[in-house]
């Protein structure tokens, strides 16, 4: 019997996720809020597993195979029958509401996962029937690459719900670690307060860009200085996240700092756009 998954969300993160499930032989429903976008997810995975073929991580058949395994819809109906929904739209509640409703209505018996960053599971459960169905599945971005997947269970959820996503996880050759419902639970609670740290740092001229990246780089054995970091993930992601933990603790930490703000304001969002902190010639939202 084929193990079908549906994913809800096209852009990076709902990308590095349909990756993982197909390269790991699961059948992806990917849901997409207009026609448009369905014919720009299908370029998107092309794209990702091209990469992966241009660095042998795959082969061309299993390319190509993986690609037949994804079927991008605009319609709910054809989650029907999934053993599970991964929600990945963009890291705004109330768009997360939405979409977890409409799925809903068409789970069956699927589990549902949201892959938030700093939402509360447990206020999100509220647009589930069924909370005992629902959990958090934190990825990491790039998904096809990274490991850890953040597990964040509610009071409500059960212990076969746990056992499904765990079944999953294992599938796609990811290490679980099952964390709190806490506002960024522990990964964006850690990165946040270092990416801010970092640009108030810029802005009150302490060091230049190149030279706190650097520092952090070579000092602290990070792969990437905090600002390239920031490019990476999207500075648009990075305040919402920042904002989202900001609201629910008030700690002055997760406060979005200026300069943030105002490149986001004018479009300026990191490598996704071809400009951030820093001037990208190639607009890659990730490699895998």
């Given amino acids: ?33 207009s026609s448009g976008s369905v014919a720009g997810a299908v370029e998107g995975i ?20 993986a690609m037949g395994r994804v079927s991008a819809t605009t319609d709910y109906r054809e989650m029907e029958g999934s053993e599970a929904i991964i929600e990945a739209v963009t890291e705004s509640e109330a768009m997360k509401m939405e979409v977890l409703k409409n799925a809903d209505r068409y789970r069956g018996s699927a589990i549902i996962a949201t892959n938030t960053s700093s939402i509360s599971i447990t206020r999100l459960a509220a647009a589930i029937l069924d909370k005992e169905a629902f959990l958090g599945m934190h990825f990491f971005n790039p998904v096809p690459v990274m490991k850890p997947i953040e ?10 719900t746990e056992r499904r996503a765990l079944g999953i996880a294992d599938a796609c050759g990811k ?32 060091a230049e860009k190149e030279g706190i990246d650097k520092i952090v780089r070579l000092g602290l054995n990070h792969p990437m200085g905090p600002l390239e970091l920031a490019d990476f993930i999207g500075l648009d992601v990075c305040k919402d996240i920042s904002d989202s933990i900001y609201r629910a603790t008030k700690d002055e930490r997760f406060k979005t700092p200026e300069l943030i703000n105002r490149l986001v304001e004018s479009g300026k969002l990191g490598r996704k756009s071809g400009e951030g902190f820093y001037s990208y010639r190639q607009r890659d939202t990730y490699d895998v």
Avoid: C
């Avoid at 597990?151 to 076969?160: A, K």
């Avoid at 419902?181 to 640009?199: R, T």
């Fill in 1 to 33: 019997m084929k193990k079908k998954v549906s994913v809800m969300g096209t852009g990076t993160m709902g990308t590095g996720i349909v990756h993982m499930l197909v390269v790991s032989d699961y059948e992806v429903v990917w849901l997409a809020h």
């Fill in 46 to 65: 092309r794209k990702s597993l091209d990469k992966a073929l241009g660095k042998k991580v795959i082969s061309r058949d299993d390319a190509s195979m």
């Fill in 151 to 160: 597990m964040i269970v509610t009071e409500y959820t059960s212990g076969e």
């Fill in 175 to 206: 290490t679980v670690i099952k964390v709190k419902d806490y506002p960024g639970f522990v990964a964006n609670n850690i990165l946040m307060q270092m990416l801010n740290e970092a640009v108030v740092l810029l802005e009150k001229g302490v």
